[in-house]
């Protein structure tokens, strides 16, 4: 009972942005919006989460409605090494968590 | 330097066997999960554990068995495999519940025959 919803599948041209979106809307005022993804044959790699703001690190921005029921992942630059399953999860934080329910995720393809 | 390192990386075995995987983890975390994803690229949690202690055991069947001797190892044991045992096994780990992410393992291919 994943509480998201992805798209399938993308496309991106190498070098240019990939936005990624998420839908949650019944998302709780307790819980972060977490995007992971995982590279064909390895584990899942955390990238980004986020609560109400827009947050960006070394990998991506995070987009956050102001309403919180979507969100946007964006990797500014998308290489090939960026084709990978990219999960968004929403959990809550604190106690009683302890555990990240991962959905279908969207298979995004950086094609040459 | 790995992170969270599983081993094997590779388990073929028999039905009816019984079988370890071990995962070890240098962050100085104190909870860590096991993960189990299928042919059909499902990741589900198995069972996390924090300071030692069980905290989530998701209707595993009783054949499955994580030990956790201190905080930096979860080891699965599974006794009698079955062949929809067959799948990939990952270790994880968090400081907390997680909430600035997970640090996943490689993965143990685990194939019964």
């Known amino acids: ?112 | 330097d790995t992170a969270v390192s599983q081993t094997p990386k590779y388990l073929v075995t028999q039905m009816g066997n019984d079988k370890s995987i071990k995962c070890e983890q240098n962050l100085g975390h104190d909870t860590m999960y096991w993960y189990k994803q299928d042919s059909k690229k499902f990741l589900k949690i198995m069972f996390s554990y924090n300071n030692k202690e069980l905290i989530i055991n998701e209707t595993v069947p009783n054949r499955f068995s994580p030990k956790s001797p201190d905080k930096a190892h979860l080891n699965l044991h599974i006794n009698s495999l079955e062949l929809g045992d067959s799948a990939v096994y990952f270790c994880a780990s968090s400081a907390g519940s997680g909430t600035n992410g997970y640090t996943f393992g490689s993965g143990t291919r685990l194939t019964v025959v």
Not at chain 1, 17 to 42: D, F, K, M
Not at chain 1, 60 to 70: F, G, P, Q, Y
Not at chain 1, 89 to 97: K, M
Request: some cysteine.
């Open chain 1, 1 to 112: 009972d994943a509480k998201t919803t992805q798209p399938t599948s993308m496309d991106c041209a190498e070098g240019r942005a990939a936005n990624l979106p998420c839908n949650h809307s019944t998302i709780s005022g307790n819980e972060y919006v977490y995007w992971y993804r995982q590279i064909h044959s390895q584990g899942p790699q955390y990238i980004i989460h986020g609560l109400k703001n827009n947050e960006t690190n070394e990998m991506a921005s995070l987009i956050i409605t102001e309403d919180r029921k979507s969100s946007t992942l964006i990797l500014p630059h998308a290489t090939l090494r960026d084709t990978a399953v990219y999960y968004c999860i929403v959990s809550p934080s604190g106690a009683g968590s302890y555990q990240l329910t991962f959905g279908k995720g969207t298979k995004l393809s950086v094609i040459p």
